[in-house]
């Protein structure tokens, strides 16, 4: 017997084989990248660290000379900046579905998850004809790329109704979006 014939005849199946075989490490190795960005993107307090990086709005404290933190700082600036004005103008547009999209799904704060504050928020809403916002005194800390809590001083009036608080939110990146995870209110005088 020849074996090159045997070999022959089931050369079909030997590259079958090959094919499956090479197909499995690439899923293999997708994974593990996957995994591996997955365990980057956490924030740093879940690595161990828990240096934060503070930060005050409008000028920050930020000393470094190198450009590429500058500019990290820049951007944090800017989207913070812009997250804020998003949330304000869905307060005062009284936009629920504005309003909450700016907050995590596993949104838990002022005794709140995030069906609860939906709820709320909309009961408000069809409260008050009109709703007035501004904020004041804005700082945060950067934990990270991925986390940052923000506080300010917020004067809130609705119709004949106002109050003056601090609020404390904690962001955190989903996807590429800023999403409120918890959010405290205290009154301020």
Same mark, same amino acid.
Request: glycine share 4%; aromatic share 14%; no cysteine.
């Given at each position: 017997m020849d074996i090159r014939i045997l070999y022959d005849g089931k050369k079909d199946l030997v590259i079958a084989f090959m094919v499956i075989g090479i197909l499995f490490i690439a899923v293999i190795v997708t994974i593990a990248s996957v995994i591996s960005s997955e365990d980057k993107d956490r924030p740093?307090?879940?690595h161990g660290s828990n240096?934060?990086? !503070?930060?005050?709005?409008?000028?920050s404290p930020y000393t470094s000379t190198e450009p590429e933190a500058e500019d990290k700082t820049e951007d944090i600036e800017a989207d913070i900046t812009l997250f804020l004005k998003t949330w304000m103008s869905a307060w005062e547009s009284q936009s629920l579905p504005r309003f909450m999209g700016l907050y995590s799904m596993s949104f !838990?704060?002022?005794n709140m998850s995030f069906s609860e504050l939906e709820t709320y928020q909309g009961g408000i809403f069809g409260e008050f004809s009109t709703?007035?916002?501004?904020?004041s005194n804005i700082t945060y800390t950067a934990y990270s790329d991925e986390r940052i809590t923000v506080t300010f001083v917020q004067v809130l009036t609705m119709d004949d !109704?106002?109050?003056?608080g601090k609020v404390t939110m904690v962001l955190e990146r989903e996807y590429?979006?800023?999403k409120i995870v918890s959010e405290t209110w205290q009154p301020y005088h």
């Amino acid at each position: 017997m020849d074996i090159r014939i045997l070999y022959d005849g089931k050369k079909d199946l030997v590259i079958a084989f090959m094919v499956i075989g090479i197909l499995f490490i690439a899923v293999i190795v997708t994974i593990a990248s996957v995994i591996s960005s997955e365990d980057k993107d956490r924030p740093d307090e879940a690595h161990g660290s828990n240096t934060p990086t !503070y930060y005050s709005s409008p000028a920050s404290p930020y000393t470094s000379t190198e450009p590429e933190a500058e500019d990290k700082t820049e951007d944090i600036e800017a989207d913070i900046t812009l997250f804020l004005k998003t949330w304000m103008s869905a307060w005062e547009s009284q936009s629920l579905p504005r309003f909450m999209g700016l907050y995590s799904m596993s949104f !838990y704060g002022r005794n709140m998850s995030f069906s609860e504050l939906e709820t709320y928020q909309g009961g408000i809403f069809g409260e008050f004809s009109t709703i007035e916002l501004s904020i004041s005194n804005i700082t945060y800390t950067a934990y990270s790329d991925e986390r940052i809590t923000v506080t300010f001083v917020q004067v809130l009036t609705m119709d004949d !109704y106002s109050d003056k608080g601090k609020v404390t939110m904690v962001l955190e990146r989903e996807y590429e979006d800023w999403k409120i995870v918890s959010e405290t209110w205290q009154p301020y005088h």
